[in-house]
């Protein structure tokens, strides 16, 4: 409730045993969960998660207090979803799916979990090249799951690639990540292939880690943990702008880049080919505990 407050959220109607649609004065939809074993808010731009809240531990993802959150431009936070690619290769970056309004899949509450299912197709985008349709499925309880699914629904092959870029909230000059691996490609050093045999950030960190293990451990300053698992990734990337560059960076707030670590699950090296009816899922998993 608090989270909605704080972001100018009214409820409007509820639509199942735990989830509400609310929406702001620019009238932006969003779904609210409030299940005894988590809450959530996702917004249907995007098909962003921007707040994950399990019983009895802390908010686990970062929200920009500047973010746009009408619709004008990527939401700074959560869980952005990057499709059908990764970073700048075209225009705009990461893709357009954080930038589209997605339909309601399906809803269901069990005393475990709520899952929430967000649906785009090819009639939702003005030039697609493409038939598809692409469906993010968010379970939430003591667990998040976010499950990205791609399905080609054309009548050739699709190539897609894309991110669960997730914002995790932390101390960021504290954090530590184990199972990355030691081999990273520096995207600040045009990408050149770099080691490191003990985790520490650069005051700008963006990097390709070639070799992580699909289970990963974040560990906070103050020993709170968060497992974090990924299926169907070629890299994690881990981004932070560093302090210089964020201030230049309008939709972070003041020092808010000292407030977070980007742990993606990411597929871009090797793009996804899908047959006709094919599907591929790109998923990434978060359990903290205390
Ligand atoms: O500002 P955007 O488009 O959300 O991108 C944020 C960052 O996303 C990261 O995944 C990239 O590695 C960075 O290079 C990029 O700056």
Known sequence: MEQLEHLGLSI?????????????DDGMLFYWIDHPQGKALISAYGAHIVSYHPYNQDEQL??????????????????????????????????????QIWQL??????DQHSVLTLQLTEQDIATSEFKFLLECQFTVGQTLSIKLTTTNRDNHPIEIAGALHSYFATDRDSVQV?????????????????TQTKFSLDEETDRLYTHPEHALLLTHGDGRKLKLSHQGEDVVVIWNPGDTKAATIADIHPDGAKEYLCVEAVRTQTPVTLMPAQSFTLMQQLTPTA
């Open 62 to 99: 970062w929200l920009s207090q500047t973010s746009a959150l009408d619709g004008s431009a990527p939401i700074r936070g959560g869980v952005p979803i990057c499709w059908p690619w990764f970073g700048n290769t075209r225009q705009p970056n990461h893709g357009y799916a954080r930038t």
């Open 105 to 110: 899949g399906s809803i269901e509450t069990n």
């Open 178 to 194: 184990s199972g990355m691996g030691q081999t990273f490609l520096d995207k600040t050093q045009n990408f050149a292939e770099q």
């Open 12 to 24: 409007q109607k509820q639509i199942d045993n735990a989830v509400f649609t609310a929406t702001n």
